[in-house]
């Protein structure tokens, strides 16, 4: 039993079937005691606890159930997942024909002229044709609507009207770092491939008022929540964005923790990105345990269709990727963040990518000695060798990666980069062995958000269509949950208040139907949680168990 010192009455005493505590003594549990949000205590017994019931104490049967600590995605879009939700979606299309049908379907429903827009976490490889519409193709969904079909966060489609829209014709030279796809004649085919290159019809896009927006995030929150997830990592906020999580966070629509990383676009030129960061006039840490400030977001390179590769891709012997801000160009923007007092998460794909980074970082922190583990962080890594890995260790460098853009993109990373090539990606064994700082999380809405799927892959390394890449990578179940909460929790820089269910820690727990860690793996995706707390309070509850319980007579109050 552990009770914390000089421990009162709880306001909720829930007892379960078992207790998972992640702590580093892996420690388990029969029953937990919280108040005010917090763990007060754990027990092998609700009897152990009894001295801590009182009055106003709610007790939770759940004897049926095993808890969890609540799971942390260190790297979700989520606001920009928040606004897919009411774009067509396009995830269950198995061909070209079936895309250009549900643009059609939402064409007809639509005022004339007017954009038309998808979601992102569809990919070309589910489709039948396995490769991306053209221009003249998604033309026989309409000719009177422009189209932009989003895949991913690095691909743009467009229709000819949204060409014409956004003034890209033959003339039009492709940006740096980016690439127009065009037919043998010179024409723009509509492909466009990283953000320099579709920046002119993103600008063009409807903006969701701010009133849609706060609604849509408060309605993913709750979607996520009734997948167990607590806290979530948004590697992409601008300004407006901030002010929409304020704004949810005011209207109690914000039911996960979420850190926001401040965007710094590529598409800046330098002297703009340091204006960028000066003129936020915060730093890293500005906010609460419901909504804080992370860090600066910056970019190296692309996605799978442009990551910076030491070697051509295996569909072009021409190409190597783009790499969008070389070493220096890194060195003066990270300096100038962390002398402001920001934590900084670059994206980094590819292996080139990945040591312009690094040198990046080695440099910054020859000028700036004794940053925190985990100040600087890569986010992704898909390819580091040994000699790479070691530096990001040495440096105290933290990684985040996201088996679901493996599950999701291995067709594509097999077309691009060669089946070797894709083995490679997020060699996570290798990085928790060698004793990296790592944390998992999705990358929604490029790949799917869903937390039970995103830990069955980094078990497995299985994948939607590319069969099982590098399985010498995958890690066991306890590690991949850890890596979702406590390992979250690290990189948050909340180890002391969150992650692991321990006395003084943040009461927020997800509850299961089965124990997630030793039902067969295949059934972990479909496995649907209980209820979901978040200090305490219930976010979701799937038969109002703890509702129910707060709701007898001589219920106590509702814990803050």
């Not at 379960?16 to 029953?31: G, L, N, P, Q, V």
């Not at 965007?263 to 006039?281: F, K």
């Not at 295996?314 to 990270?334: C, K, P, Q, W, Y």
């Not at 990578?473 to 948050?492: E, K, M, Q």
Request: charged share 25%; glycine share 10%; hydrophobic share 40%.
């Amino acid at each position: 039993m552990r009770v914390a010192v000089n421990a009162t009455s709880a306001d909720l005493m829930i007892t379960a079937a078992k207790i998972h505590t992640f702590d580093d003594e892996r420690s388990e549990f029969h029953a937990v005691a919280i108040r005010d949000g917090r763990i007060l205590a754990l027990g092998d017994s609700a009897e152990d606890l009894r001295s801590l019931v009182g009055p106003q104490t709610v007790e939770v049967d759940a004897r049926d159930l095993v808890l969890t600590p609540g799971l942390f995605d260190t790297h979700n879009h989520q606001l920009h997942t928040a606004r897919d939700l009411d774009a067509v979606n396009l995830d269950g299309a198995a061909t070209l024909g079936e895309v250009v049908a549900l643009l059609a379907d939402r064409a007809r429903e639509t005022p004339e002229g007017e954009w038309i827009v998808t979601g992102s976490t569809w990919h070309e490889t589910n489709l039948a044709e396995r490769r991306l519409p053209t221009a003249r193709e998604l033309d026989a969904a309409t000719t009177s609507h422009p189209i932009c079909v989003r895949r991913g966060g690095h691909v743009r489609v467009v229709n000819t009207l949204g060409l014409e829209r956004a003034g890209i014709t033959a003339d039009t030279p492709d940006p740096a770092g980016a690439t127009i796809a065009r037919d043998p004649d010179g024409r723009p085919n509509g492909q466009l491939i990283e953000p320099a290159a579709y920046q002119p019809v993103e600008a063009l896009l409807p903006k969701p008022s701010f009133e849609a927006d706060v609604d849509a995030l408060g309605r993913l929150c709750r979607l996520y929540n009734r997948r167990g997830l607590v806290a979530v990592r948004d590697p992409f906020v601008t300004r407006h964005d901030l002010l929409v999580y304020q704004g949810a966070r005011d209207a109690g629509k914000l039911t996960t923790r979420s850190r926001v990383m401040i965007a710094v676009p590529p598409t800046l030129p330098r002297a703009q990105r340091i204006a960028e960061i000066d003129s936020w006039g915060v730093r890293s840490g500005f906010g609460d345990d419901l909504l804080q400030i992370d860090g600066i977001k910056l970019m190296a390179d692309g996605g799978v269709e442009a990551a910076a590769l030491s070697t051509p891709y295996a569909n072009d012997s021409t190409f190597r990727g783009h790499l969008m801000m070389s070493a220096d160009e890194l060195t003066e923007v990270i300096r100038a963040a962390v002398a402001r007092g920001w934590r900084v998460g670059t994206h980094a794909v590819g292996d080139v990518a990945v040591r312009a980074v690094l040198d990046a970082y080695e440099r910054v922190e020859q000028e700036f000695p004794g940053l925190p583990q985990g100040w600087l962080a890569i986010e992704h890594a898909c390819f580091a060798d040994p000699e790479q890995r070691q530096r990001a260790i040495d440096l105290g460098v933290a990684i985040t990666v996201q088996h679901p853009l493996l599950y999701a993109l291995g067709g594509n990373m097999r077309i691009y980069w060669g089946d070797e090539r894709t083995a490679e990606v997020f060699p996570l064994r290798e990085w928790i062995d060698e004793g990296a700082l790592v944390a998992a999380g999705s990358d929604s809405g490029p790949a799917p958000w869903d937390p039970l799927l995103s830990i069955w892959g980094m078990t497995t390394r299985g994948t939607r269509v590319a069969g099982t890449p590098g399985p010498e990578h995958a890690i066991d179940r306890w590690t991949a949950f850890w890596l979702y909460s406590v390992a979250g929790a690290h990189l948050f820089g909340d180890g002391q208040v969150g992650g692991a269910v321990a006395i003084g820690k943040l009461a927020d727990l997800v509850a299961f139907p089965v124990d997630p860690l030793t039902c067969p793996i295949d059934d972990l995706p479909d496995v649907q949680p209980a209820f979901t707390l978040l200090a305490g309070e219930p976010v979701f509850d799937r038969e109002g168990r703890v509702s129910t319980a707060r709701q007898q007579p001589g219920a106590g109050p509702r814990s803050s």
